[in-house]
């Protein structure tokens, strides 16, 4: 199966400022790659799919890039509701694998 | 309003089965293909289980295989997981999730998840 790698575990911002989450996958995945926000008690949300195509009622400030076997997210300027756990997940092969996340905090 | 919510999970011994719930509201669930995914403590999410909407169409996770059955109801917009020989590395938050579409594998509506603690 297709390993995803994120980086870094944590990422530590101030409101207003850029954050750039990294994911690779161990093999390519084309743009077969989605990015998903959870927070504490809550369901995960579904941000992008197809590497860089925003889900129905996400911001703007979100955007993903890359294909084949490096992506990003980015998020131009945080919010203080944008403080989550980032998840990157693969559906190029199956079965469908995840990252182990990338943490936003403050 | 759109949503799915589990329920089911609890404390349970090793070998000992449990039967989850995903209750679907706000959308028609009988067109939808559905999903298990589950998030064990300090760990990331890991794929359980899909099927059809139709229910004719099965797919496990090599770590569930004969040991878990999914199933759902359409007339009671209903999921369900059947989890028996249940292990410690069993223990998880378990969440029902949707795919958009047949032939795309990501997930555009998750439940909160429910917890199964397997433990002596």
């Known amino acids: 199966e297709i390993v995803m790698t994120q980086s870094p575990a944590t990422l530590s911002v101030s409101p207003g400022e850029r954050a750039t989450l990294s994911c690779r996958a161990s093999q390519t995945v084309t743009t077969n790659l989605a990015w998903y926000q959870q927070k504490p008690g809550q369901a995960p949300r579904l941000l992008i799919y197809?590497?860089?195509t925003r889900a129905t009622g996400i911001p703007a400030r979100f955007s993903g890039s890359g294909s084949g076997t490096e992506f990003t997210l980015t998020i131009s300027s945080l919010q203080s509701e944008d403080f989550a756990v980032y998840y990157c997940q693969q559906y190029n092969d199956w079965p469908p694998t995840f990252g182990q996340g990338t943490k936003v905090e403050i | 309003q759109v949503q799915l919510v589990e329920s089911g999970g609890g404390l349970v011994k090793p070998g000992g089965s449990l039967r989850l719930s995903c209750a679907a509201s706000?959308?028609?669930?009988?067109?939808?293909?559905m999903n298990w995914i589950r998030q064990a403590p300090g760990k990331g999410l890991e794929w359980v289980s899909y099927i059809s909407s139709s229910g004719n169409t099965i797919y496990y996770a090599d770590s569930v295989k004969g040991r878990f059955t999914i199933s759902r109801d359409n007339a009671k917009n209903s999921l369900y997981l059947q989890m028996n020989s249940l292990r410690a590395e069993d223990t998880a938050v378990y969440s029902c999730?949707?795919?958009?579409?047949?032939?795309?594998?990501?997930?555009?509506?998750w439940g909160r998840g429910t917890l199964v603690t397997v433990s002596s």
């Open positions: 706000g959308f028609t669930f009988s067109d939808y293909y």
């Open positions: 197809g590497a860089s």
């Open positions: 999730a949707r795919l958009p579409a047949a032939t795309y594998w990501y997930f555009d509506l």
